[in-house]
């Protein structure tokens, strides 16, 4: 009986070895990718974390360096923060904030710049969306009619649609083509959902205009302006 065990117990050896002959070199391959895999993951989350964290504190940074206004300490943390986590949303944000601080101390070159650099370089439609209208803003008001209505040719989410418009008919006042500011204004107008805040605005200046804005009708498919989206 001892001897039949013995013999079963080789027999079940010899298979195990003849299996591990034949597909041990696959499964260890098999197990390193698997693992390799699992590790890999593990890095970079975090890594992302690290990132996340990093950025975070960067941003910290130029928001004080911006409540501060020290403008060339505002253009050092941004520059740093371009530099080092140039792809992250922090950045964006950042970008957005230096822009602001800048304008507000009549550095139109570099609030230009913050702007241009958010518009090109941001992952998010939504950042690049209000960094064209706002950059649009800063070209209008330094009279470059022309680059402003360029920036407003670039392509934007639906959602902006009637914002982008407004802001023409602004460019399109300045320069006394009030046909076209008008036109501008209107579709902005019946681009917006009629709850909107923002459509008030719009229709004080079709009312400077001599349009009433009553007797125009929305279009289908008006569109609510992003929540917290000034341009």
């Not at 098999?30 to 890095?43: K, M």
């Not at 964290?53 to 206004?69: F, H, P």
């Not at 083509?177 to 902005?188: C, D, F, G, S």
């Amino acid at each position: 009986m001892a001897k039949h065990l013995d013999l079963e117990e080789q027999e079940q050896l010899a298979e195990i070895k003849h299996f591990w002959n034949t597909y041990g070199n696959a499964i260890t391959w098999l197990l390193i990718a698997v693992f390799g895999s699992i590790a890999a993951w593990n890095g970079w989350n975090y890594w992302q974390r690290t990132q996340a964290v990093q950025a975070a504190a960067m941003y910290d940074e130029v928001e004080r360096a911006v409540t501060s206004g020290d403008a060339a300490r505002v253009e050092r943390s941004f520059a740093d923060m371009k530099d080092k986590f140039g792809g992250t949303t922090y950045a964006q944000q950042a970008g957005m904030l230096a822009a602001k601080s800048f304008a507000e101390k009549g550095n139109t070159d570099a609030a230009k710049a913050a702007l241009a650099w958010v518009a090109d370089k941001a992952s998010d439609e939504g950042y690049q969306a209000v960094a064209r209208l706002r950059l649009a803003g800063v070209l209008a008001d330094a009279k470059a009619y022309d680059e402003a209505l360029k920036q407003l040719g670039a392509s934007f989410p639906k959602e902006f649609e009637a914002m982008v418009a407004d802001r023409r008919g602004d460019i399109y006042s300045l320069q006394g083509k009030k046909n076209e500011a008008k036109a501008e204004y209107t579709r902005a107008y019946q681009g917006l959902d009629e709850r909107a805040e923002y459509r008030r605005l719009v229709e004080v200046k079709l009312t400077a205009l001599g349009v009433d804005p009553k007797s125009l009708t929305p279009a289908p498919s008006a569109t609510t302006a992003p929540a917290g989206s000034k341009p």
